[in-house]
């Protein structure tokens, strides 16, 4: 059937999402006030009628059975935006392909109740991106060739692509969409426009999706109503940092409205190499799972080992960071250590005093680069996205701490809910028809 399609044929349309009454799927796990009604509650939501093409029991494709995947299908559901007033069709899939992750994004209509349209969903999915050809690939031909399945609807057409990978693989993607018949066109987007386009959309439209970290009270706090003024909004420092950092200033919508003005090759690729070095965790959720429960003072050395107590004329309390690592190098040193191997070295640390140390050593750094750069260019608000902060508290926590110390309080961190993907989200909301970095 696919192979029957005229591209020609088919409207590209301009994608603008109907966002009356969006919201997160897991709204009600937020324990704040807001203002969702109760015709929008996510608590009733099926998972079944979510996932809609039911990709988990999908073997035509490949062959091959699931091999769990519905599973995590069923967990992405979490991540779900509700879009229950876009009735309009969608007829492409975008992919932020990273370093390190892959991120892809695509809408799904809910069922119909009483013959009556109820919208829609976005569904966010991520992917290691070394199995781009296995996993990725997988899963977008099972999205594709669903889509022909339902006579009703237009089919998937478009891949809207950014990120590195949009180039390296895209030899790949073609040769793949044609051996399965698949008459696919690949646009491949700016990374850092759509970065700024997917950041701007969810500040501006989606409902709790923003969030500051109260240093006082250990909490976060969600800005339950989209900003809508331009005061509110611009200008800002976006942080992502992804494999390593880029540091963006942002005046205003638009490619003219936005530059790129640092970064930094410390980022989390920086981190999960390092652990993986150091550490036997299998991958990042892992890292950050062992960092929580991990002791710094086991390995960094605190300015209350150097003082006793706070330094309280420069503002430094007991607990503060003095060196990071620095108590790795003393006890080896006093501990006879000449004759130890490395892996007896090692042995004398705990991984999750390790991974604890190295989270905060990573993190403090970011946000003391991203001071400085908001200070330079007299930035206030410091937005920090990317996959390395995957909602983990401590990043979070020490994020804003820095930026709040540093800045002795004049500058605000925020963060957002599906912060890794804000470069898959900016490429999905331009669409076909939207700027182009060449129609590869």
Same mark, same amino acid.
């Given at each position: 059937?696919?192979?029957?399609?005229?591209?020609?044929?088919?409207?590209?349309g301009?994608?603008?999402?109907?966002v009356? /009454?969006? $919201?997160? &799927?897991?709204?009600?796990?937020?324990?704040?006030?807001?203002?969702l009604?109760s015709? &929008?509650?996510?608590?009733?939501?099926?998972?079944e009628?979510d996932?809609?093409?039911d990709?988990?029991n999908s073997?035509?494709?490949?062959?091959?059975?699931?091999?769990?995947?519905?599973?995590?299908? !069923?967990?992405?559901?979490?991540?779900n935006?509700?879009?229950p007033?876009?009735?309009? !069709?969608?007829?492409?899939?975008?992919?932020?392909?990273? @370093?390190?992750?892959?991120k892809?994004?695509y809408?799904t209509?809910?069922?119909?109740v009483?013959?009556?349209?109820?919208?829609?969903?976005?569904?966010f999915?991520d992917?290691?991106? !070394? #199995? =781009?050809?296995?996993?990725v690939?997988k =899963?977008?031909i +099972?999205?594709? +060739?669903r889509?022909f399945?339902?006579l009703e609807?237009?089919?998937?057409? $478009?891949?809207?692509?950014t990120?590195?990978g949009?180039?390296?693989?895209?030899?790949?993607?073609?040769?793949? =969409?044609?051996k399965?018949?698949l008459?696919?066109k690949?646009?491949?987007?700016?990374e850092?426009?759509?970065l700024?386009?997917g950041?701007d *959309?969810?500040?501006?439209?989606?409902?709790n999706?923003?969030?500051?970290?109260d240093?006082?009270? #250990?909490?976060t706090?969600f800005i339950?109503?989209?900003?809508?003024?331009? #005061?509110?909004?611009y200008?800002y420092?976006?942080?992502n940092?992804?494999s @390593?950092?880029?540091m963006?200033?942002?005046v205003g919508?638009?490619?003219?409205?936005?530059?790129?003005i640092?970064g930094?090759s410390?980022g989390?690729g920086?981190? *999960?190499?390092?652990?993986?070095l150091l550490?036997?965790?299998?991958?990042?959720n892992e890292m950050?799972e062992?960092?929580s429960?991990?002791?710094?003072?086991? %390995?960094?050395?605190?300015v209350?080992?150097i003082?006793?107590t706070?330094?309280?004329?420069?503002g430094?309390?007991?607990?503060?960071?003095?060196?990071?690592?620095?108590?790795?190098?003393?006890?080896l040193?006093?501990?006879?250590?000449?004759?130890?191997?490395? &892996? !007896?070295?090692?042995?004398?640390?705990k991984?999750?005093?390790?991974?604890?140390?190295?989270?905060?050593?990573?993190?403090? #750094? %970011? /946000?003391?680069?991203?001071?400085?750069? &908001?200070?330079?260019?007299?930035?206030?608000r410091? $937005?920090?996205g990317?996959?390395?902060?995957?909602?983990?508290?401590?990043?979070?926590?020490t994020?804003?701490y820095?930026?709040? =110390?540093?800045?002795?309080?004049?500058?605000k961190?925020y963060?957002? +809910?599906?912060?890794?993907?804000l @470069?898959?989200?900016?490429?999905?909301?331009m669409?076909?028809?939207?700027?182009?970095?060449?129609?590869?």
């Open positions: 059937m696919s192979e029957d399609i005229n591209l020609d044929l088919v409207d590209i301009t994608i603008k999402l109907d009356s /009454g969006a $919201y997160i &799927a897991n709204d009600h796990l937020l324990g704040i006030e807001n203002n009604s015709s &929008a509650s996510p608590e009733n939501s099926d998972p009628e996932l809609d093409i990709l988990g073997t035509e494709s490949t062959g091959e059975s699931n091999g769990g995947e519905e599973e995590d299908d !069923e967990h992405d559901l979490t991540k935006i509700t879009l007033s876009h009735n309009a !069709e969608v007829i492409h899939i975008s992919v932020d392909i990273g @370093g390190t992750l892959t892809l994004v809408f209509k809910s069922k119909k009483n013959d009556k349209l109820t919208g829609g969903k976005l569904h999915k992917f290691q991106t !070394e #199995n =781009f050809p296995n996993e690939l =899963f977008m +099972r999205l594709i +060739r889509s399945n339902k609807l237009p089919p998937i057409t $478009y891949i809207i692509a990120g590195g949009s180039q390296k693989f895209y030899n790949l993607m073609t040769k793949t =969409f044609s399965n018949k008459p696919m690949i646009i491949a987007k700016d850092m426009e759509c700024i386009k950041l *959309w969810f500040i501006t439209k989606i409902p999706e923003i969030f500051i970290y240093l006082e009270d #250990n909490t706090k339950s109503s989209p900003y809508t003024k331009d #005061n509110q909004i200008p420092l976006l942080v940092i992804g @390593g950092v880029s963006i200033k942002v919508p638009g490619p003219q409205g936005f530059e790129r640092g930094s410390l989390g920086t981190l *999960w190499g390092l652990l993986s550490t036997d965790a299998k991958d990042y950050l062992m960092a429960r991990g002791d710094n003072e086991n %390995i960094d050395l605190l209350g080992d003082y006793g706070n330094y309280n004329k420069i430094l309390k007991s607990s503060h960071i003095a060196s990071s690592f620095a108590k790795v190098f003393k006890k040193r006093f501990n006879n250590s000449k004759n130890m191997t490395a &892996a !007896e070295k090692l042995s004398q640390f991984p999750e005093d390790i991974a604890r140390s190295l989270l905060y050593s990573v993190s403090n #750094n %970011i /946000g003391q680069i991203s001071y400085l750069h &908001a200070l330079k260019y007299d930035l206030k410091i $937005y920090f990317g996959s390395y902060i995957s909602g983990h508290k401590q990043t979070i926590h994020l804003s820095a930026v709040n =110390f540093w800045s002795k309080g004049d500058m961190s963060f957002l +809910r599906h912060e890794g993907y @470069g898959s989200v900016g490429a999905f909301m669409g076909p028809n939207g700027p182009d970095v060449k129609n590869l």
